[in-house]
C-alpha cells in the first residue's frame, strides 16, 4: 500500500509562505504548484481555485497562530498582564528575521479586504477570534483588581488595533524590536503601569 500523498499539505505551506513574504496577487497557480512540486491536476483536486486555497491558508495560520502562540502565551500559569506582556515578547520573537513580514492576517485583509467579502469575513473572524483570548485575560484581571473596571469588548478591540499596528510598523521599518517596545506599553491600554523588559532576542521559525 502506498503512502498517503503529502500533495495538499505542501500546497498549503507553499501557499502560506508566498502569500505571506509577497502578496495574493503576485502568487500564479504556477508559482503554488512549482514550489509545492505538485501538478496542476493536484493543485484542482484539493482547490477548486486560488481563492479557496487562500481561505484554506487563513485557517491553517489561525490554527497554527492557536496552538503555537495564544494557547500557550494565554496560559493560565501567570498573571493577566504578564500574559499580555509575553504574548507581544513571542510576537516579537516571531518575527525576528531578516525580512519582517507583518501580520498574514492583516496583510491579506489590507490587500483584498474591499475586493473578496469571503476573505475579508475570513480574517474579521480570526481576529475576533484573537480577543476571545484577550476578553479572558482582561475579564481576569479586573477580577483580582490588577487593573480597574473597564468597557472589555472596547479594550480588546484596542488591543487587537494595537497588535495590528505593531506589526504594521514593524513591517515598514524591518525591525521586529519595535513590536517588543510598543508590546511594553501594551499595559497602558488597560489602565496599567507599563513594564520595562529586555528582548529575549531568540529567533522562532514558522
Given at each position: 500500500?502506498?503512502?498517503?500523498?503529502?500533495?495538499?499539505?505542501?500546497?498549503?505551506?507553499?501557499?502560506?509562505?508566498?502569500?505571506?513574504?509577497?502578496?495574493?496577487?503576485?502568487?500564479?497557480?504556477?508559482?503554488?504548484?512549482?514550489?509545492?512540486?505538485?501538478?496542476?491536476?493536484?493543485?484542482?483536486?484539493?482547490?477548486?481555485?486560488?481563492?479557496?486555497?487562500?481561505?484554506?491558508?487563513?485557517d491553517s495560520?489561525?490554527?497554527?497562530?492557536?496552538?503555537?502562540?495564544?494557547?500557550?502565551?494565554?496560559?493560565?500559569?501567570?498573571?493577566?498582564?504578564?500574559?499580555?506582556?509575553?504574548?507581544?515578547?513571542?510576537?516579537?520573537?516571531?518575527?525576528?528575521?531578516?525580512?519582517?513580514?507583518?501580520?498574514?492576517?492583516?496583510?491579506?485583509?489590507?490587500?483584498?479586504?474591499?475586493?473578496?467579502?469571503?476573505i475579508r469575513?475570513?480574517?474579521?473572524?480570526?481576529?475576533?477570534?484573537?480577543?476571545?483570548?484577550?476578553?479572558?485575560?482582561?475579564?481576569?484581571?479586573?477580577?483580582?483588581?490588577?487593573?480597574?473596571?473597564?468597557?472589555?469588548?472596547?479594550?480588546?478591540?484596542?488591543?487587537?488595533?494595537?497588535?495590528?499596528?505593531?506589526?504594521?510598523?514593524?513591517?515598514?521599518?524591518?525591525?521586529?524590536?519595535?513590536?517588543?517596545?510598543?508590546?511594553?506599553?501594551?499595559?497602558?491600554?488597560?489602565?496599567?503601569?507599563?513594564?520595562?523588559?529586555?528582548?529575549?532576542?531568540?529567533?522562532?521559525?514558522?
Amino acid at each position: 500500500m502506498g503512502r498517503p500523498s503529502t500533495a495538499r499539505e505542501r500546497l498549503l505551506d507553499s501557499a502560506r509562505n508566498l502569500i505571506h513574504s509577497s502578496n495574493y496577487g503576485a502568487a500564479s497557480v504556477e508559482d503554488l504548484c512549482a514550489a509545492a512540486q505538485v501538478n496542476k491536476g493536484s493543485f484542482y483536486y484539493f482547490f477548486p481555485s486560488k481563492h479557496d486555497l487562500a481561505l484554506a491558508v487563513l485557517d491553517s495560520q489561525w490554527e497554527r497562530a492557536k496552538v503555537n502562540i495564544l494557547e500557550p502565551m494565554f496560559a493560565t500559569d501567570v498573571g493577566p498582564l504578564e500574559r499580555f506582556d509575553r504574548f507581544f515578547d513571542r510576537i516579537a520573537e516571531h518575527h525576528q528575521r531578516p525580512v519582517v513580514l507583518g501580520c498574514p492576517f492583516g496583510n491579506l485583509a489590507s490587500e483584498l479586504g474591499t475586493l473578496d467579502e469571503p476573505i475579508r469575513d475570513r480574517v474579521r473572524d480570526i481576529l475576533e477570534g484573537y480577543r476571545v483570548y484577550f476578553k479572558a485575560a482582561i475579564e481576569e484581571a479586573i477580577q483580582i483588581g490588577e487593573i480597574p473596571s473597564l468597557d472589555i469588548e472596547v479594550a480588546s478591540q484596542a488591543l487587537v488595533a494595537y497588535l495590528q499596528g505593531a506589526l504594521l510598523l514593524a513591517k515598514t521599518h524591518n525591525d521586529a524590536q519595535i513590536i517588543h517596545t510598543l508590546g511594553q506599553h501594551a499595559r497602558m491600554i488597560l489602565g496599567a503601569t507599563p513594564v520595562s523588559r529586555s528582548s529575549a532576542g531568540a529567533t522562532l521559525n514558522d
